[in-house]
């Protein structure tokens, strides 16, 4: 049998090397036709077999004057990509995407200013300038100055002006600086150094204390000048608020003014507040009311007035610190005049430090408290499905069922609480902006650029939006994890900032109103920020509608630090608002990243038409 088997395959052997075996279809490969464009220019087209795979992006790079190839995509919006490893099933055509080079442009500008004339040196090749003044429209000029003197009206008041070189058809920013036309007629000075200011250290006088030689005298009440502590040189006038006092802290001119233009004068305290008022023969009219901090600054007082009057300085008391005393000093009036002098506010450099070296150096100190917030947990609602999920028991409600129902989704979703020290490092990524290649955190209400880490409080402070005297529980510490370390309402901020918004309710800003405050009690945020702050303030009332209250009037009611003044305002403002300034992308970047590490979201980011749900239907 053996023998047979043997023989057998001998024959079939014969067989197979006697004959032609015909190709078999199943063994046969397709082809396809690979075109390669630009646009709608053919660069080139291939052939390939089925199931090869080609490196096009690599062995068949585009190339094109003024711009660099980044790839082949699979449809001229330029979002399939092709990849080097995708197979080739059919027949197709891919897109060549060509960046247009940015030519990096650096202008050696420099720039002075004589009497009114802004100048700046020539630039080769610029075809022409653009300046604009304040929200003025564009100039176009083939000049290389301004007769700023032509723009007296509008530069009554400090704007900037930005000055553009037109270079191949490309406009670049040259100068960008702030200028303003000042009346310098000054009629009354007075530093308080002078023999007749005399020193006192009794302030406690309801009797008043004459300054000054006439005509131009001042009568204090309850207050000196006093050389304890000037503010600036020798002496300063220094008011008191004592439990005994009988008559309010003042200095009061005993001259008259007139046809008085502005006044400017230095003041500090770390209690009380300072009111300036005229005195008219028939009338006693507040021009404003003076925040006071703990650091000297110069106030700048605008008058509105056509009648003689005197002028009284008045402590504004905001507590029972008694003996706290309120600094005057330098006080400087300009009359109303014709003459003007433009005056240059060059920018100031406030300490931002961009060198690597020095910002690892800050990060490194405190990068062990850092490593201990962890990574974020919660992701599940930053896709589109993940955020129709989360929102999905809103669905057919309406009125206090609705309100209901987000109240819970909030509160169920808030599963990881951050205490209000790991929240100094979820501010580092959430409050982060880049550039210019430059990484920043943004601080509310002013826009300081401030460093990205976490330096001890020494440049940047946690705000509470929704103030923490007014969350009804005890000062935050950094251990507390409750409303008063809640993400969602926290904002990287400048310290002076941030004790200039202290706990005041927002309003919105009225002529005259000094660094955003608003009287003594009001505070606005600016235009770029008082959307941000109502949605905000929106989710606190929402996340813990049992214990905050938004509201429009007694807001002041009750104590700090206690349920009774957990309140908050002006609501109407609040969602004025938010229809005015919509929802940003750093809006939308910072609740996904602050969602990541608490697991509960803003809702009025996601669906800005859910505070008329809330708050107004």
């Known amino acids: 049998m053996k023998k047979q088997l043997i023989f057998l395959n001998f024959v079939f052997l014969i067989f197979l090397t006697a004959c032609t075996i015909p190709e078999l279809p199943f063994l046969t490969k397709e082809t396809y036709e690979i075109t390669l464009k630009y646009n709608d220019t053919i660069i080139d087209t291939y052939?390939?077999?089925?199931?090869?795979?080609?490196?096009?992006?690599?062995?068949?790079?585009?190339?094109l004057d003024g711009y660099t190839f980044k790839g082949y995509y699979y449809d001229l919006e330029y979002k399939n990509s092709y990849q080097n490893s995708d197979v080739i099933q059919k027949s197709l055509t891919l897109y060549a995407w060509m960046e247009k080079n940015v030519e990096v442009i650096e202008f050696d500008v420099t720039f002075e200013v004589i009497d009114s004339m802004l100048t700046w040196n020539t630039?080769?090749?610029?075809?022409?300038?653009?300046?604009?003044?304040?929200?003025?429209?564009?100039?176009?000029?083939?000049?290389?100055?301004?007769?700023?003197?032509?723009?007296?009206?509008?530069?009554?008041?400090?704007?900037?002006?930005?000055?553009?070189?037109?270079?191949?058809?490309?406009?670049?920013?040259?100068?960008?600086?702030?200028?303003?036309?000042?009346?310098?007629?000054?009629?009354?000075?007075?530093?308080?150094?002078?023999?007749?200011?005399?020193?006192?250290?009794?302030?406690?006088?309801?009797?008043?204390?004459?300054?000054?030689t006439e005509p131009f005298s001042f009568q204090i009440y309850n207050g000196a000048v006093s050389t304890s502590n000037p503010v600036n040189g020798l002496k300063s006038v220094q008011l008191r608020h004592y439990q005994t006092t009988t008559q309010t802290p003042r200095?009061?001119?005993?001259?008259?003014?007139?046809?008085?233009?502005?006044?400017?004068?230095?003041?500090?305290?770390?209690?009380?507040?300072?009111?300036?008022?005229?005195?008219?023969?028939?009338?006693?009219?507040?021009?404003?009311?003076?925040?006071?901090?703990?650091?000297?600054?110069?106030?700048?007082?605008?008058?509105?007035?056509?009648?003689?009057?005197?002028?009284?300085?008045?402590?504004?008391?905001?507590?029972?610190?008694?003996?706290?005393?309120?600094?005057?000093?330098?006080?400087?009036?300009?009359?109303?005049?014709?003459?003007?002098?433009?005056?240059?506010?060059?920018?100031?450099?406030?300490?931002?430090?961009?060198?690597?070296?020095?910002?690892?150096?800050?990060?490194?100190?405190?990068?062990?408290?850092?490593?201990?917030?962890?990574?974020?947990?919660?992701?599940?609602?930053?896709?589109?499905?993940?955020?129709?999920?989360?929102?999905?028991?809103?669905?057919?409600?309406?009125?206090?069922?609705?309100?209901?129902?987000?109240?819970?989704?909030?509160?169920?979703?808030?599963?990881?609480?951050?205490?209000?020290?790991?929240?100094?490092?979820?501010?580092?990524?959430?409050?982060l902006v880049e550039e210019n290649n430059i990484?920043?955190?943004?601080?509310?209400?002013?826009?300081?650029?401030?460093?990205?880490?976490?330096?001890?409080?020494?440049?940047?402070?946690?705000?509470?939006?929704?103030?923490?005297?007014r969350l009804g529980i005890p000062r935050v510490q950094g251990s507390s994890k409750n409303q008063g370390s809640d993400v969602h309402n926290l904002r990287a901020i400048n310290p002076n900032v941030n004790s200039s918004r202290s706990n005041r309710y927002f309003s919105d800003a009225v002529e005259g109103h000094l660094n955003h405050t608003v009287g003594k009690d009001a505070y606005y945020p600016g235009d770029n920020y008082k959307g941000d702050v109502a949605r905000i303030i929106f989710y606190m009332a929402t996340r813990y509608h049992d214990i905050l209250t938004l509201i429009d009037s007694n807001i002041d009611d009750g104590n700090a630090y206690e349920k009774s003044g957990a309140k908050m305002g002006l609501?109407?403002?609040?969602?004025?608002?938010?229809?005015?300034?919509?929802?940003?992308?750093?809006?939308?970047?910072?609740?996904?990243?602050?969602?990541?590490?608490?697991?509960n979201r803003n809702p009025y980011i996601d669906h800005p038409e859910y505070v008329q749900q809330y708050f107004v239907s």
């Not at 052939?47 to 992006?57: A, M, R, V």
């Not at 075809?127 to 604009?132: A, M, W």
């Open 123 to 212: 630039l080769e090749n610029v075809t022409e300038y653009k300046y604009q003044i304040g929200d003025l429209d564009f100039v176009s000029t083939h000049h290389t100055s301004i007769d700023l003197s032509n723009y007296l009206e509008a530069l009554i008041d400090e704007k900037q002006i930005l000055v553009y070189a037109v270079y191949n058809n490309t406009d670049y920013l040259i100068i960008d600086e702030k200028f303003q036309f000042k009346n310098l007629n000054l009629i009354y000075s007075n530093d308080f150094e002078a023999e007749t200011n005399t020193h006192t250290t009794y302030n406690n006088n309801s009797t008043p204390r004459i300054i000054g």
């Open 251 to 431: 200095l009061e001119s005993l001259f008259t003014l007139e046809n008085v233009d502005y006044m400017t004068l230095n003041a500090l305290s770390e209690r009380h507040y300072l009111k300036i008022y005229t005195i008219t023969s028939t009338d006693k009219i507040l021009i404003d009311t003076l925040t006071l901090s703990k650091e000297l600054k110069t106030y700048e007082i605008k008058f509105h007035i056509n009648e003689p009057f005197k002028l009284s300085f008045e402590l504004d008391a905001q507590s029972n610190d008694y003996g706290i005393p309120v600094f005057i000093d330098d006080i400087k009036i300009y009359q109303n005049t014709d003459q003007y002098t433009l005056i240059h506010y060059p920018k100031q450099d406030e300490g931002f430090i961009t060198d690597p070296e020095e910002l690892l150096k800050i990060k490194q100190k405190f990068q062990n408290q850092r490593s201990k917030l962890g990574a974020p947990t919660f992701t599940n609602a930053l896709s589109d499905e993940g955020l129709i999920e989360y929102y999905a028991s809103l669905n057919g409600l309406n009125g206090e069922d609705f309100k209901k129902e987000l109240q819970n989704i909030l509160k169920n979703t808030h599963q990881r609480l951050i205490s209000y020290d790991e929240a100094r490092f979820v501010l580092e990524l959430s409050d």
């Open 47 to 63: 052939t390939y077999e089925e199931g090869s795979i080609h490196n096009f992006n690599e062995s068949h790079k585009y190339e």
């Open 571 to 599: 609501l109407s403002i609040l969602i004025q608002w938010h229809e005015e300034d919509p929802v940003s992308l750093f809006e939308i970047n910072r609740n996904n990243i602050i969602y990541s590490y608490q697991g």
């Open 439 to 469: 990484l920043y955190l943004d601080g509310i209400y002013s826009g300081h650029k401030i460093i990205p880490y976490w330096d001890g409080g020494a440049t940047w402070a946690r705000e509470h939006v929704w103030p923490n005297s």
